[in-house]
């Protein structure tokens, strides 16, 4: 066997080590990646695309969630450019969790094929492209964030990375249009991917000519003067079909950006510069891991790390040996020099560099707040694009183990060494999964709990359960009604609509409708009762008709309310249950105020219930104050009309303590004033609540 062909077998095993000792525990023996909300949320999209592009849904960018707020797929990523190999699978037979699991390993094959394609073309040898590929794919960052797959069809970095260092060498327009593809193509598998490329490439663009000319007049013009070398060298169809198709391209880039932007202007999505600081990385974050079973130990820095989850961006310890093996060789000229070494890694301390987060402090709070950036708030996941750089530096520097003059044996035995750690910190991880079953499981339940007599074209309105999660209750509801054809009042984004809610009030489908209908400008009794015919509730056994037929009235509002208005409303406590090991509070709210109380805060200091438990011979007089006691709350959903009696259910956590209480309720506009300061008389309940082991409830 020849040379080569013993360097593709050394490279094409390391790729299959990686499966299997990566990929394959997470999707084998009945497992899904994932958790039963992202996970089977990227299942929902990449089903949307399948029914989309089958005709059995008629538009891809309106999905059937949050119905009927429009847009909705504009909402999170849309897999555009991966959600074929989903459709394929789909389209030979498989079952959307099976098809989910071929898509899922699809991408590391696909990444690791272009890092070692790509690797191979900047000139490294066989263990070193092999090495530096299966950490691109495989390591500890990526399977770190195994419940966003959205993330792991990356392999247009490599390809676009690679194709920006050739325009560099050898200045052909092709290599333009080469970037250009892989850029926006990139971009469509993954919104957050092609931004950080972007930031990479940036990076890429700043180091590779401060590298060759170092910090001169010639670095500054170098890119101006190769475009003018490509096009001069160029013959003039060659430069016709690459300029047509890098404008192309460019188009089909800005109708992606286009719809997001569109949409974002429309629900006025906006990040807030806490939420987006949360999740900028740490220097401790470069160290962190929340999946290695090697490199688990506590320090302080890591114990205060906001959003643990996402800041686990350590990419093992053999990229940094391998890294500190080639500065050592090279600077005693003991290794070849690599023209890709120093911008690789000028690259990724740029990147670095501007996305840190030190004492409040960040060159990246320079562009947090611009339009589209603003959408990016988990910075941390730049990590699973810095992989590439990191690869560059592994392999170089396992190349300069090998390819050291001195040919030292012990040299090319520490080049194996570092690879074999660089697998087995990558191989040895805690992974984050469920299982098929438990997915087939939660759909079959909630489908059995269906009632035997349903609407045409129903609308399923899916409420809280005490036995899982709110994300993974609305992604039962997405995935059902998906199945089904129907359209769904649930739904999950990090981002959801303006006024949208999600729990076990009774008016909270009506309330969800109304809020719907308003953004469309459709709010109108014939439009409601269309959709309220249809709509079927789960989760709402308790809950008469009325509470879905009556329309509720919700009105937006600004600033603090007048005190009158708060002096003039009224709660009574009608009765107290308890169910799912909550006590649910039945409230009845009037108010004589002229305008009525609103619902919907445009400033940020919205009506509020809350509640406390007070002593059984507690009055109004006396329990009203401190403020500070009254530590649980509740938005106000619909609004309280003048002189009628809205009524509301108000949930309330069992006592922290034994003994037995009473219940009271007051109303609080946040920031503004609470309601019994300005002359609400508190509600204080007549059934009593004791806890001696059981939440029992006495009159």
Same mark, same amino acid.
């Given at each position: 066997?020849?040379?080569?062909?013993?360097?593709?077998?050394?490279?094409?095993?390391?790729?299959?080590?990686?499966?299997?000792?990566?990929?394959?525990?997470?999707?084998?023996?009945?497992?899904?990646?994932?958790?039963?909300?992202?996970?089977?949320?990227?299942?929902?999209?990449?089903?949307?695309?399948?029914?989309?592009?089958?005709?059995?849904?008629?538009?891809?960018?309106?999905?059937?969630?949050?119905?009927?707020?429009?847009?909705?797929?504009?909402?999170?990523?849309?897999?555009?450019?991966?959600?074929?190999?989903?459709?394929?699978?789909?389209?030979?037979?498989?079952?959307?969790?099976?098809?989910?699991?071929?898509?899922?390993?699809?991408?590391?094959?696909?990444?690791?094929?272009?890092?070692?394609?790509?690797?191979?073309?900047?000139?490294?040898?066989y263990l070193a492209t092999g090495a530096g590929a299966f950490l691109f794919a495989f390591g500890l960052p990526v399977t770190a964030?195994?419940?966003?797959?959205?993330?792991?069809?990356? =392999?247009?970095?490599?390809?676009?990375?690679?194709?920006?260092?050739?325009?560099?060498?050898?200045?052909?327009?092709?290599?333009?249009?080469?970037?250009?593809?892989?850029?926006?193509?990139?971009?469509?598998?993954?919104?957050?991917?092609?931004?950080?490329?972007?930031?990479?490439?940036?990076?890429?663009?700043?180091?590779?000519?401060?590298?060759?000319?170092?910090?001169?007049?010639?670095?500054?013009?170098?890119?101006?003067?190769?475009?003018?070398?490509?096009?001069? +060298?160029?013959?003039?169809?060659?430069?016709?079909?690459?300029?047509?198709?890098?404008?192309?391209?460019?188009?089909?880039?800005?109708?992606?950006? &286009?719809?997001?932007?569109?949409?974002?202007?429309?629900?006025?999505?906006?990040?807030?510069?806490?939420?987006?600081?949360?999740?900028?990385?740490?220097?401790?974050?470069?160290?962190?891991?929340?999946?290695?079973?090697?490199?688990?130990?506590?320090?302080?820095?890591?114990?205060?790390?906001? #959003?643990?989850?996402?800041?686990?961006?350590?990419?093992?310890?053999?990229?940094?040996?391998?890294?500190?093996?080639?500065?050592?060789?090279?600077?005693?000229?003991?290794?070849?020099?690599?023209?890709?070494?120093?911008?690789?890694?000028?690259?990724?301390?740029?990147?670095?560099?501007?996305?840190?987060?030190?004492?409040?402090?960040?060159?990246?709070?320079?562009?947090?707040?611009?339009?589209?950036?603003?959408?990016?708030?988990?910075?941390?996941?730049?990590?699973?694009?810095?992989?590439?750089?990191?690869?560059?530096l592994l392999a170089s520097g396992l190349d300069a183990s090998i390819r050291a003059p001195a040919a030292n044996p012990a040299l090319?035995?520490?080049?194996?060494?570092?690879?074999?750690?660089?697998?087995?910190?990558?191989?040895?991880?805690?992974?984050?999964?469920?299982?098929?079953?438990?997915?087939?499981?939660?759909?079959?339940?909630?489908?059995?709990?269906?009632?035997?007599?349903?609407?045409?074209?129903?609308?399923?309105?899916?409420?809280?359960?005490?036995?899982?999660?709110?994300?993974?209750?609305?992604?039962?509801?997405?995935?059902?009604?998906?199945?089904?054809?129907?359209?769904?009042?649930?739904?999950?984004?990090?981002?959801?609509?303006?006024?949208?809610? =999600?729990?076990?009030?009774?008016?909270?489908?009506?309330?969800?409708?109304?809020?719907?209908?308003?953004?469309?400008?459709?709010?109108?009794?014939?439009?409601?009762?269309?959709?309220?015919?249809?709509?079927?509730?789960?989760?709402?056994?308790?809950?008469?008709?009325?509470?879905?037929?009556?329309?509720?009235?919700?009105?937006?509002? +600004?600033?603090?309310?007048?005190?009158?208005? #708060?002096?003039?409303?009224?709660?009574?406590?009608?009765?107290?249950?308890?169910?799912?090991?909550?006590?649910?509070?039945?409230?009845?709210?009037?108010?004589?105020?002229?305008?009525?109380?609103?619902?919907?805060?445009?400033?940020?200091?919205?009506?509020?219930?809350?509640?406390?438990?007070?002593?059984?011979?507690?009055?109004?007089?006396?329990?009203?104050?401190?403020?500070?006691?009254?530590?649980?709350?509740?938005?106000?959903?619909?609004?309280?009309?003048?002189?009628?009696?809205?009524?509301?259910?108000?949930?309330?956590?069992?006592? &922290?303590?034994?003994?037995?209480?009473?219940?009271?309720?007051?109303?609080?506009?946040?920031?503004?004033?609470? =309601?019994?300061?300005?002359?609400?008389?508190?509600?204080?309940?007549?059934?009593?609540?004791?806890?001696?082991?059981?939440?029992?409830?006495?009159?």
């Open positions: 066997m020849t040379a080569r062909l013993w360097g593709r077998f050394a490279i094409t095993a390391l790729g299959l080590l990686g499966v299997v000792l990566v990929v394959f525990p997470a999707i084998t023996h009945g497992r899904m990646p994932g958790d039963t909300a992202d996970a089977r949320f990227n299942e929902y999209l990449l089903e949307h695309f399948y029914r989309w592009v089958t005709g059995k849904a008629g538009s891809f960018w309106n999905a059937g969630f949050f119905y009927p707020f429009p847009l909705t797929i504009a909402f999170s990523d849309n897999h555009l450019g991966d959600g074929f190999i989903f459709a394929i699978l789909r389209g030979l037979g498989f079952d959307p969790e099976d098809a989910f699991r071929g898509w899922y390993l699809s991408a590391f094959i696909a990444d690791f094929a272009a890092c070692a394609f790509a690797l191979r073309r900047l000139g490294y040898g964030q195994e419940a966003h797959a959205q993330l792991f069809y990356r =392999f247009g970095v490599p390809l676009a990375a690679l194709a920006l260092i050739e325009f560099g060498a050898r200045q052909h327009l092709r290599s333009l249009g080469v970037l250009a593809f892989w850029t926006v193509w990139q971009f469509y598998c993954s919104i957050y991917v092609g931004y950080f490329l972007s930031l990479l490439l940036v990076a890429l663009a700043i180091t590779l000519p401060i590298a060759r000319n170092g910090l001169s007049v010639a670095a500054l013009t170098y890119w101006p003067n190769y475009l003018g070398r490509a096009w001069k +060298a160029a013959a003039a169809q060659s430069r016709m079909i690459w300029s047509f198709a890098i404008v192309l391209l460019a188009g089909a880039l800005g109708l992606l950006l &286009a719809r997001y932007a569109e949409t974002s202007a429309l629900y006025g999505f906006h990040r807030s510069i806490d939420e987006i600081e949360s999740m900028l990385p740490r220097l401790a974050s470069y160290l962190y891991s929340t999946n290695s079973r090697l490199w688990r130990f506590s320090w302080f820095h890591f114990r205060i790390l906001p #959003m643990p989850h996402e800041q686990a961006m350590f990419v093992g310890a053999a990229p940094f040996l391998a890294i500190a093996a080639a500065l050592f060789l090279r600077r005693r000229r003991r290794a070849p020099a690599d023209s890709h070494f120093l911008p690789a890694l000028g690259a990724l301390a740029l990147v670095v560099l501007f996305t840190l987060f030190i004492q409040r402090h960040s060159l990246y709070q320079l562009i947090e707040t611009a339009p589209g950036v603003n959408a990016i708030r988990a910075v941390t996941r730049v990590i699973v694009v810095l992989l590439f750089p990191f690869a560059i090319r035995v520490l080049a194996v060494a570092i690879t074999a750690l660089m697998v087995f910190e990558s191989a040895y991880v805690g992974h984050y999964v469920t299982t098929q079953q438990e997915w087939r499981d939660r759909l079959t339940e909630l489908e059995a709990r269906l009632p035997p007599v349903l609407p045409a074209a129903p609308i399923l309105m899916v409420g809280k359960s005490s036995e899982g999660f709110d994300e993974a209750v609305q992604l039962d509801a997405m995935l059902l009604a998906q199945r089904r054809g129907w359209q769904t009042l649930d739904g999950y984004s990090a981002s959801p609509p303006p006024g949208y809610d =999600f729990d076990n009030g009774c008016s909270n489908a009506a309330r969800n409708i109304v809020v719907g209908l308003n953004f469309i400008g459709r709010n109108t009794e014939e439009a409601y009762r269309a959709l309220a015919a249809r709509t079927v509730r789960i989760g709402y056994d308790d809950c008469d008709a009325a509470s879905l037929t009556r329309r509720p009235s919700l009105t937006a509002f +600004a600033g603090p309310l007048p005190a009158e208005a #708060m002096a003039r409303t009224a709660i009574e406590i009608a009765g107290i249950r308890v169910k799912d090991g909550m006590l649910h509070v039945a409230l009845s709210l009037r108010t004589e105020a002229p305008g009525g109380i609103p619902a919907i805060t445009t400033t940020g200091t919205p009506i509020r219930l809350s509640a406390r438990y007070l002593a059984p011979d507690a009055t109004a007089s006396d329990v009203a104050h401190p403020n500070t006691d009254w530590q649980l709350r509740q938005d106000l959903i619909v609004d309280i009309a003048p002189g009628e009696a809205q009524p509301v259910d108000l949930v309330v956590p069992p006592p &922290a303590a034994s003994g037995t209480y009473r219940i009271g309720v007051t109303l609080v506009q946040d920031g503004v004033a609470w =309601f019994h300061d300005r002359g609400l008389a508190v509600a204080i309940s007549r059934q009593t609540v004791t806890l001696d082991g059981a939440v029992r409830i006495g009159e």
